[in-house]
């Protein structure tokens, strides 16, 4: 079993997640590249080689929790613990208002942005609770925030998903539930807000880059054992539940 610092990022074939695991690489962390798909985190991780970061494909689908132990199994063998998890996977249904979005489409969303988060944190914690001070980071959304959906002045007031938003503001709620469980450890649990990001989750639409974003992302995987715990941060610091 190796020693050095060790991340497993979900969704990380591309955008967010794939530049996280490419400046956490650069900063000598050993990838566990999380996808889906063989042939896609297989591609991204020869990427990172190629930079000479060192990095392995990790077959995970946060939906299908038999892929799940399965890629908790393969970072034991390896490393033996988790220093840092990062649930990056993430999906977005239609733009239909909420009167209209089918339920299919919302339970979908739910499946993957806070079931799928829940399972990979709970099967992941007995490989974090190895390292000497493991880290949390779930990537939320500024549209999570109840204090911005309510609030007729804030850029995000218009941006009304059922599925999304309130799929996020869930995600939140996990982030606090799990780090008041684990608040007298060195375990920190935090949401993140990475900002409005040109990625395919929204057609490349965003005005931030996935480098800038990612910056915001790992912030919060890199915090000392005074940093924050059960929190909610974008590029500014804490914003409003």
């Known amino acids: 079993m190796t020693q050095e610092q060790t991340v497993l990022i979900t969704g990380a074939n591309k955008g967010i997640g794939y530049e ?3 400046q956490l690489g650069q900063k000598g962390y050993y990838i566990y590249l999380g996808a889906r798909q063989p042939a896609y985190g ?13 990095a392995e494909y990790v077959q995970i689908d946060v939906t299908d929790v038999a ?16 220093d840092v998890l990062i649930n990056n996977a993430g999906i977005a249904a239609g733009s239909n208002a909420p009167s209209e979005e089918a339920i299919e489409d919302i ?10 988060a829940i399972q ?3 099967i992941m914690l007995p490989l974090i609770k190895e390292a000497p001070q493991g880290r949390i980071v779930n990537v939320s959304s500024g549209l999570g925030s109840l204090a911005f959906n309510s609030d007729p002045s804030h850029e995000h007031y218009e941006a009304n998903s059922l599925s999304y938003n309130s799929s996020k503001t869930a995600l939140n709620a996990v982030t606090v539930i799990f780090s008041k469980e684990y608040k ?10 990475p900002g409005y990001t040109a990625t395919d989750l929204n057609g490349n639409s965003g005005p931030r880059t996935v480098e800038h974003a990612a910056q915001t992302v790992i912030g919060l995987a890199l915090i000392d054992e005074n940093g924050p715990t059960g929190q ?3 590029e500014n610091g804490p914003i409003p539940w």
């Open 67 to 82: 892929t799940i132990h399965s890629a908790a199994e393969q970072i034991r063998q390896r490393s033996g613990s988790l």
């Open 120 to 122: 990979v944190l709970q």
């Open 20 to 22: 996280a695991a490419r």
């Open 184 to 193: 007298e450890t060195p375990i920190k649990i935090n949401s993140v807000d």
């Open 107 to 116: 339970r979908k969303v739910y499946e993957v942005n806070v079931f799928g």
């Open 42 to 54: 297989q591609q991204a991780v020869e990427k990172l080689q190629s930079e000479g970061i060192q």
């Open 232 to 234: 909610f941060y974008d």
